[in-house]
């Protein structure tokens, strides 16, 4: 630093800002001359050395901030999907009697003129949603998505069987929003059989 008049040392300002005040272009890099004042400034002790390996903790501080945000933001959409997921599947449990009461509408041929058209556009609206019906006559009855209301013996089947559908059941995409509530019937041998396996 050049002393000044009085003999003390003159400050060094340097003007690191990206944007050039005068011009209000971006600054590409630092000019030579500064890096070579930046350098002579460098204090004896510090060595390539200890750049570099300041520079690698730097990087490495870059690298796991960059991942958190990146787990951060892929949470976030997750939370985001499930929350939507949970209120679509809200809103079309809802929903459930008004099919079934048009469910019943058309089994009595009550369904006519404009509410046909009516019932229809819900249907479809909510097929868009996901939603779909499920429980078939003759099916094998499975507890997991199945809900049994009647039980009875029968010589026409041979395992446990859906031989009536009481009132379908509706899921969306995998998840089962009300279990089809049938009639169930098991082949006619089942109680002896489990007699003898009491003897």
Not at 74 to 87: I, L
Request: hydrophobic share 35%.
């Amino acid at each position: 630093m050049p002393p000044r008049d009085n003999g003390h040392e003159e400050p060094v300002i340097r003007d690191n800002r990206k944007i050039d005040p005068e011009t209000g272009q971006v600054r590409d890099s630092v000019p030579a001359d500064q890096w070579a004042e930046q350098a002579s400034e460098t204090p004896a002790g510090t060595g390539n050395g200890e750049l570099e390996a300041q520079l690698a903790e730097r990087t490495a501080d870059l690298q796991r901030l960059q991942a958190e945000y990146v787990n951060y933001r892929r949470r976030v959409e997750r939370d985001r999907a499930a929350v939507r997921e949970q209120a679509v599947a809200g809103a079309l449990t809802e929903l459930l009697p008004v099919l079934d009461d048009i469910g019943r509408a058309r089994d009595h041929g009550e369904l006519t003129g404009g509410f046909a058209k009516v019932a229809e556009s819900l249907e479809s609206a909510l097929t868009k949603l996901g939603l779909s019906a499920f429980g078939q006559k003759g099916e094998p009855f499975d507890p997991t998505v199945h809900e049994a209301l009647m039980h009875s013996y029968s010589p026409d089947v041979t395992e446990p069987t859906a031989v009536e559908v009481l009132q379908p059941g509706y899921r969306m995409g995998d998840r089962v929003l009300r279990p089809a509530r049938v009639a169930v019937a098991e082949p006619e041998d089942a109680p002896a059989a489990s007699d003898d396996d009491e003897n």
